[in-house]
């Protein structure tokens, strides 16, 4: 079945860096678009950046310029490199598949930006 780990979360004091982490298994990893999300507490779950098969990627305008998604397909992992971390940024991170109309989730990883 379709499974998606994620790690790397933690906290970190503002313009810092963490690299996130999803490990992917259950499925043909190689032709899979797979996106980061995250939710704020009292937020939606919004849409972050999305990596496709050929590796074009695609990000929300808040994060351009300071987040970076990237694909290693040897390990079957998405990354989701975060660098000038914000207090706005603090949120629970997910990474996603939607196939055939079902959008699969990991358990989430906890990114807190704050002095």
């Known amino acids: 079945q379709v499974q998606l780990v994620e790690s790397g979360g933690g906290t970190v004091q503002p313009g810092g860096s963490l690299r996130l982490a999803c490990a992917a298994s259950?499925?043909?990893?190689?032709?899979?678009?797979i996106s980061w999300f995250r939710q704020a507490p009292g937020k939606q779950r919004d849409v972050v950046a999305t990596?496709?098969?050929?590796?074009?990627?695609n990000y929300v305008d808040s994060v351009k310029g300071r987040f970076t998604i990237s694909r290693d397909n040897a390990k079957n992992t998405v990354y989701l490199q975060m660098n000038s971390l914000k207090p706005e940024d603090t949120a629970d991170y997910y990474c996603s598949r939607l196939y055939r109309g079902t959008r699969y989730w990991g358990q989430g990883t906890q990114v807190t930006v704050s002095s």
């Open positions: 259950g499925f043909n990893f190689n032709s899979a678009t």
């Open positions: 990596i496709n098969s050929d590796g074009y990627t």
